[in-house]
């Protein structure tokens, strides 16, 4: 399952349903004024569009024939259309109980998920790190929670901060638009990263990946590197 964050123009043409993560807040994001970053981004498969308010949607719908375990899909979210820069879906529904959490973030998408007991209750578009920062690819447990973080190396604001690394990078909120980047870190709209630092617990998974794709009945996760219960 994979989702992209796509370009306006291109969306007004096609709409179509494509399914799908150091450290700085407002203050350190880049702009991509020029040379070999903004090329980069520009060469990306796709390109993000203005912020757009969350959209209500119907409840998820979960597989006919769910896996077992917490670390599979059992649903996802019934977003329509790509999802913008700016936007956040969340609905908690099918994701009510006191399973794991993991969070997925596909760097190529540029898409971030929270599944729980395998059934995706949030997602949202990200910014990432480009160029000699970039986001690191890997499995990581969250190992800080600071609602209030200040970056010690940029002074910038890192609000609801889930720190992934040891030198910095983090899930935060983030003033997610068009033409921007982090130090490394995986920016979020604000309110999505509010409600993901309410759901998350030290210790919880945190999987970033550059174009993996999932379906129902994936796994999310392998057992061995599953939280602890």
Known sequence: MIRFVIDEAFHNKFVRRVLGTAAMGLGTLLAFASGEQLAQALSEPAAAVSAAAPRPAAAPAPAQKPADGPF???????????????????????AAGTGPLVITVDLKARVISAFRDGHEFGAAAILKGYGDKPTPTGVFPISEKDADHVSNIYEAPMPFMLRLTNDGVSIHGSKVEKGYATNGCIGVPE?????????AKLGDRVIVTDGKRMEIGDPIISEAAAPPA
């Open 72 to 94: 599979v899909v059992k649903s996802i979210l019934p977003i329509e259309g790509p999802i913008k820069f700016g936007e956040y879906h969340w609905d908690e529904r099918l």
């Open 191 to 199: 309110p999505f990263a509010k409600l993901l630092f309410e759901q």
